[in-house]
Structure formats: C-alpha cells, structure tokens
Antibody, heavy 122, light 110 residues
C-alpha cells in the first residue's frame, strides 16, 4: 500500500518561497501509470489543484498559479517537491500531495498524504 | 468561485437517500469523467467514486455516481451517521489543461 508524506516549514514569510516535499513509500515513484500532484485547501474552503508531474519530468500547472509554481521530482529519493514563490497570506492552506492513477485514460487521485498546514505570516 | 458547482450543504436522516449534484461545462464534465471524494472532518480526502460511476474496492455500494451531459450526481442510500463529511466532485478541464474541483458539499446526518 503506497503512502505519501508531506514535509516542510509550517511558517513562511510573505514574499518568500514556500517549499514542500512529498516522500513516497511502499512503491516506486517511477512506476508507470501515475502522475504526482499537489493540492491545497485553505481553512474552511474547498480543494484547489496546484499542479502535477510525471516521472519523465513533464508538468501541468493550474493556470492561476503557473507563474509562481515549480514542481520537480527526484526519483533517486522517491520524492517530489513543490515550490511556490512570492507567497502572500492567501497561500495559507493545508497542502496535500496525491498520487494520480491513470488506467485506460481513466484518471483519479487514489492516494493522498495526510496534509501539512503552511501559514504565511511575518 | 469554483469551476464545478455544488450545493454548499445537504442533509438527511439515517436510512434516507440523499443526492449531491455537480454542474460543469463542455470542457470538463461534458468531455471527461467525474470523480468524487469524501473528506471526513480533519482528514485528507478519500476517493469515493471514479470514472463517473465506479467504486474503488472497499467503498460500500450505498454510494453511487451518475453523469448526464455536463452534470453529475452522487447518491448515498441508507444514510449513516458516519457519512457526515464534505463531498467534492472533480474533473479534468480541457480548456484549463488541469483538474478542477467543486466547492464541496457538507453533508449533515440529522
């Protein structure tokens, strides 16, 4: 059973860069048929997809965040990472990493990390 | 404002059947399959329904999904207290080239 675990600073100052890592265990991040995504959820609000990466390094980003987001993968460490630059208080949220499984053109997020709260404040 | 539209709340009594709607457009629900996620209080979302109407193993058959045109629905029959949670629909959007979610529906079991 694959498990995902987010890690990174819980507090980031405005205008700085938020950096998070998702460590994958119980399976190889290089296995085919998976994308690896970041999703966030402000307190009391809904889910917002940030972006995803394939093990080849190919990425897709939410157009509303694209100018500030970089997602990368390190297959040797079995982890992928998120960088969000120029953060403001509006970026305060619980950040989830998730595995997106695709089989025969059917896609879904079938495994999620527990989430990590990132607060943007001086 | 979410790309997919869900009612903010729904409710029912134990044993009842409730449905939650999700409305989109031709670029998302109209051309791609819909997934539903259940988020219990204080936990990460969990896949409930995928590909419009498929249940992952372990999900009770009380939960069912359907889709017609640019709208989808989640139905929960035999409502139980443990079903009290937030429910989100999601679909890939071809115009945005990314995933979009509904705003979520908070289900209360009275």
């Amino acid at each position: 059973q694959v498990q995902l675990q987010e890690s990174g600073p819980g507090l980031v100052k405005p205008s700085q860069t938020l950096s998070l890592t998702c460590t994958v265990s119980g399976g190889s991040i290089s296995s085919g048929s998976y994308y690896w995504s970041w999703i966030r959820q402000p307190a009391g609000k809904g889910l917002e997809w940030i972006g995803r990466i394939y093990t080849s390094g190919s990425t897709n980003y939410n157009p509303s965040l694209k100018s500030r987001v970089t997602i990368s993968v390190d297959t040797s460490k079995n982890e992928f990472s998120l960088k969000l630059s120029s953060v403001t208080a509006a970026d305060t949220a619980v950040y989830y990493c998730a595995r997106e499984r695709w089989v025969q053109l059917i896609y879904r997020f079938d495994s999620w990390g527990q989430g990590t709260l990132v607060t943007v404040s001086s | 404002q979410s790309v997919l539209t869900q009612p903010p709340s729904a409710s029912g009594t134990p044993g009842q059947r409730v449905t939650i709607s999700c409305s989109g457009s031709s670029s998302n629900i109209g051309s791609n399959t819909v997934n539903w996620y259940q988020q219990l209080p204080g936990t990460a979302p969990k896949l409930l329904i995928y590909s419009d109407d498929q249940r992952p193993s372990g999900v009770p058959d009380r939960f069912s999904g359907s889709k017609s045109g640019t709208s989808a629905s989640l139905a929960i029959s035999g409502l139980q207290s443990e079903d009290e949670a937030d429910y989100y629909c999601a679909a890939w959007d071809d115009s945005l080239n990314g995933w979009v979610f509904g705003g979520g529906t908070k289900l209360t079991v009275l």
